[in-house]
């Protein structure tokens, strides 16, 4: 039976390979991004956030078989925050009552091994505590410090909301399971210029290292997602899974798992 899976980010990279992966196999999509989809939204804003929930319960009529949350940002900017982590949580709020509605829902999103670097404290916690003002408040400090620690702070914080929320009566004691794909370098146009430079190529090497196979193509994180959301994800929850080319082994080694 078809099931009703939003995914945000639908119109490039990560989200529109995972649309595809999805669609061939059955299921509608409901796809979220700024233009070109199902539900045209900005979810760096609390006004877009709200929108995008309201037009995805009219699509599904109120039963989300599931939801994965692959839009994101890597400029530097204090919207890091109210895109990586407000744009995917409050997303995700304001759906979990569609996703409990139904049979066996399932949900993911869509980390980063940038957020195993360093942080900036006060923007995670200003994050964890729901306080958008202050983060974006502290991000502009940050700005002016060195901006490095903002992209890292945004997907670390979104990890750890996972990871706190994911146990709660509200998500596993709803059946839901909640888990984070953490991708290493991934060929999509968010990363294109980055490739395009040859010296921060060599900078992403070193910060980034895949013995494995190299750099991952969209579709790569795209199937560990789908399976994430896939009916044999019974029991797997509040989990980082790392698809990186052994980047995150690499850099924190083994004793860390």
């Known amino acids: 039976m078809s099931r009703h899976i939003a995914v945000t980010g639908s119109a490039s990279g990560i989200g529109q390979a995972l649309a595809e992966q999805l669609i061939g196999a059955g299921d509608t999509v409901i796809g979220i991004d700024l233009k070109d989809a199902d539900v045209c939204a900005d ?3 609390p006004t877009g956030r709200a929108q995008a929930v309201e037009a995805v319960l009219e ?17 530097p ?12 949580t409050a997303l ?4 979990r009552p569609a996703l409990a509605a139904a049979a066996a829902p399932r949900a993911a999103v869509v980390g980063s091994i940038s957020g195993t670097q360093p942080v900036d404290d006060e923007v995670v916690a200003a994050c964890l505590a729901g306080d958008e003002a202050a983060a974006l408040a502290r991000a502009e400090v940050v700005m002016g410090e060195g901006p490095q620690k903002l992209y890292p702070s945004s997907k670390a914080a979104l990890a750890q909301w996972v990871r706190r929320d994911c146990v709660t009566p509200q998500w596993a004691g709803a059946g839901i399971p909640l888990n984070v794909v953490a991708p290493g370098v ?16 060599q900078v992403m090497d070193r910060a980034v290292p895949m013995p494995l196979n190299g750099y991952a193509g969209p579709e790569v994180i ?12 019974t029991h797997m929850t509040g989990q980082v899974l790392y698809v990186d080319g052994g980047a995150e082994v690499s850099l924190r080694g083994p004793a860390v798992f």
């Open 43 to 45: 979810l760096g804003t």
């Open 59 to 75: 699509r599904c009529g109120g039963v989300l078989d599931g939801l994965v949350a692959c839009a994101g940002i890597n400029t």
């Open 77 to 88: 900017s204090p919207a890091l925050v109210s895109v990586n982590f407000f744009g995917v």
């Open 92 to 95: 995700a709020e304001g759906l």
């Open 186 to 201: 991934v060929r999509t146009p968010m990363s294109a210029a980055l490739f395009a430079d040859e010296r921060m190529k």
């Open 222 to 233: 795209a199937e560990a997602l789908s399976w994430l959301i896939g009916p044999s994800n």
